[in-house]
């Protein structure tokens, strides 16, 4: 409340009111004391200032800074400054009943100079009455009882309340029927009536018992306004109706920088942020329900910066309403390191998964493990390799992911990076889920934390693919070299061989060499043998014309299948046909024929007797699967790379042309060998794309414009002009 709105405050003093001020600092005294004056003065009554503290002057220069011509009303005699050795002598007279004589002899002096009201404001009544202990209440109850009730006067009486004396201060809340405290006009609950005390007096045990009551309350009372005004916590008390202020403790005004009048009589939704204010309020009007608050909000200072508060209150019921008691601690600083740690966090978070996502969509595969080798993190790409979840990866050795051969080099190099700090890069095979083996070029270093090796981590790229591409290419480059050389040197071989061959058959037949017919036997099918690798040789060859024709794949396997079976049986062995039905597509009939004569008899000869080799043909998606399998004891890891190697064979006699000229023919074809082995045995299958390209050196692309043309719907979706009767033509592009 405001000092110029104390003067609607104390027009609830009527007259024949006796009314105790107790004010804590000089403004508080100027706002209501010179409010009470100034009051007096407007309704033209005779006002009168009892001097003890401060001086004349000091008071008139003050009411003159409020606006009151001084001067003129302490001439005109409607104010008086008086002292209280001018009212009466102390030294001589310290009955209370003479100083009331005296008292009212004074005011009827008053009263003769026509004023229809009699103001009094005085710092020093209780030195007039000289202060004994209960003589200033006794007095102050006689003036209640036996002067204000007759005469038109009103009186404020003023305490300090830290300079006072604490028995002055009882005795004044005892005997004033209003008390002003904090801008606040109170009907003041500890007052005594004159006829109580007075009835009470005699009976000299129960007005001991009463006295003492009273002084225990009093000390009561001093304990809680020492804790109250102590208290580093803001303490208030609000209307639990209209949210009013109704007290602050002054650590609400070190805290926040308001004068009490700036906060006591204002709604205290006022000081709350705007953002917060209804929140506030529906929260408070919830929680008065249930009789306790607690609320976390945001409180205007008086220099326009917000704090934080967090508060807890109770409802309590006062004089006949409900307050409500609220707690207040400052907690701004607590929000703000909440606040750094919360945008830490996030930051941290963000960081974090922008980490996490990098590593997670870098192509390279990542993996940490801990000084017992046990992994800590494994990145997507490596998941999506090895065929695992994360959970089923987490916690595991390092070494349950690799071949049992290669186990105890992988552990002296984790025992190098955890032991020595070294950093290390070779190529290791690691094992799929399935249990296929995947090829990793790993690099790895330790990981280090306060100077201490606390895991290694390991950076790897799959090189299965590429170390596979660069085995082809070399069988390629191998195959390509033969062929250059079979195309080169191929026919001026096979010509006088063919000679020599001719001539050995007629002289075979020549009745003088009877008697070496065993030797020219020999001669010949070491010939036809000769012959036979160099038909292998022009078959190699990467120019080779190849003549494609729509066949179907399972007429040319039907065709042969009782060659093949003869192969099978003078072997003790079977052949078994598993044919689906599956499109024609361009294939060259001759060179089929050669490529699944070589795999059968591969796999004749890599079994013991009665075993079986079985032919099957599907469809698969858009492509049509040929696999040959055998039930040998399947291929070596050593011998497995080198398949296709020309010249490269595990027989005795082979030459090692036999499956690089089935690689040969497979390119030739837009197509690969894929081998899949094991103890059981091994399959080779064959994926023949429906949609197969012709290569450049097919004889339909060599066809001429006259021949009759047809579409065939199995070919590619760009359907490709098949000649009916391809014609060859050889030479090179």
């Not at 600092?25 to 009470?36: C, G, P, R, T, Y």
């Not at 606040?184 to 109580?196: G, L, M, T």
């Amino acid at each position: 409340m405001l000092a110029g709105d104390f003067c609607k405050e104390l027009d609830k003093i009527n007259l024949h009111d006796h009314c105790s001020l107790i004010y804590e600092s000089e403004k508080e005294w100027q706002d209501i004391v010179l409010a009470f004056i100034i009051q007096g003065l407007v309704k033209g009554e005779k006002c009168v200032y009892v001097v003890d503290k401060r001086e004349i002057d000091y008071i008139a220069t003050c009411l003159a800074s409020k606006g009151v011509d001084v001067s003129r009303v302490i001439e005109s005699g409607q104010l008086q400054f008086v002292k209280p050795q001018e009212i009466i002598d102390i030294n001589k007279t310290k009955d209370p009943d003479a100083v009331i004589n005296i008292y009212l002899q004074w005011l009827d002096s008053f009263m003769a100079e026509g004023y229809s009201a009699i103001r009094i404001t005085s710092e020093a009544l209780f030195r007039i009455a000289d202060y004994q202990p209960n003589k200033f209440l006794e007095l102050q109850l006689k003036l209640n009882r036996d002067v204000f009730p007759f005469y038109p006067l009103i009186a404020l009486c003023q305490y300090h309340r830290y300079n006072e004396h604490p028995m002055i201060l009882r005795d004044a809340l005892f005997s004033n029927i209003w008390l002003i405290k904090n801008y606040r006009i109170f009907r003041n609950p500890f007052y005594i009536s004159p006829e109580v005390y007075f009835r009470e007096k005699g009976k000299a045990w129960e007005a001991e018992y009463w006295l003492r009551t009273h002084e225990t309350l009093l000390e009561s009372e001093e304990r809680y306004r020492l804790i109250v005004e102590n208290c580093l916590d803001m303490i208030s008390i609000l209307d639990a109706s209209s949210f009013e202020m109704l007290f602050a403790s002054p650590s609400n005004y070190s805290t926040l920088g308001y004068l009490p009048e700036q906060m006591i009589g204002y709604n205290c939704l006022d000081f709350i942020h705007p953002k917060q204010q209804q929140e506030v309020k529906a929260t408070l009007q919830e929680e008065i329900a249930r009789g306790e608050v607690e609320m976390v909000f945001q409180i205007k200072k008086k220099d326009g910066a917000f704090l934080w508060l967090e508060t807890k209150g109770k409802v309590i019921h006062q004089q006949g309403s409900e307050q409500i008691i609220i707690f207040g601690r400052d907690i701004h600083e607590k929000k703000l390191a909440e606040e750094a740690l919360r945008r830490s966090r996030q930051q941290y978070k963000n960081q974090l998964a922008y980490l996490n996502t990098l590593i997670n969509t870098m192509n390279e595969l990542y993996i940490t493990y801990d000084r017992k080798a046990n992994l800590t993190f494994v990145n997507q790409r490596m998941l999506e390799k090895l065929g695992y979840k994360f959970k089923e990866v987490i916690g595991r050795s390092v070494l349950d992911f690799l071949p049992q051969e290669n186990r105890e080099f992988v552990s002296r190099q984790i025992r190098k990076r955890l032991d020595r700090g070294d950093i290390g890069s070779f190529e290791q095979y690691i094992l799929h889920k399935d249990g296929s083996q995947l090829l990793l070029k790993v690099k790895t270093s330790p990981i280090i934390a306060d100077e201490e090796i606390v895991g290694g981590l390991v950076l790897a790229e799959d090189i299965t693919q590429q170390r596979k591409l660069e085995r082809q290419m070399a069988r390629l480059a191998q195959l390509n070299t033969v062929g250059e050389i079979a195309a080169s040197i191929g026919h001026e071989i096979r010509n006088p061989m063919t000679t020599v061959q001719g001539f050995l058959q007629i002289m075979s037949q020549n009745k003088d060499f009877q008697d070496h017919q065993a030797y020219f036997e020999l001669m010949l099918e070491e010939m036809a043998r000769a012959n036979s690798i160099l038909e292998e040789f022009l078959t190699l060859a990467k120019d080779r014309v190849v003549d494609l024709r729509l066949c179907n794949l399972n007429s040319i396997i039907k065709t042969m299948a009782p060659l093949l079976i003869a192969d099978a049986v003078n072997g003790d062995k079977n052949i078994k046909l598993d044919l689906k039905d599956v499109p024609d597509l361009l294939l060259d009939e001759k060179e089929i024929r050669q490529l699944v004569l070589n795999l059968v008899r591969n796999g004749l000869e890599a079994m013991h007797q009665g075993g079986t080799v079985t032919i099957s043909t599907s469809k698969q998606g858009d492509a049509v699967l040929m696999s040959i399998k055998d039930e040998g004891a399947g291929i070596a890891a050593e011998v497995l790379d080198k398949l296709g190697t020309p010249f490269f064979s595990t027989k005795v006699n082979g030459t090692g042309l036999g499956l690089a000229v089935c690689h040969s023919i497979a390119t030739r074809h837009d197509t690969e060998i894929i081998v899949d082995t094991s103890s059981k045995g091994t399959t080779f299958h064959i994926p023949f794309r429906c949609s197969f390209r012709q290569p450049h050196n097919s004889a339909a692309n060599y066809a001429g414009s006259n021949e009759v043309q047809r579409e065939h719907p199995l070919i590619c979706p760009d359907p490709v002009q098949v000649d009916a009767k391809p014609v060859k033509k050889e030479y090179k592009v």
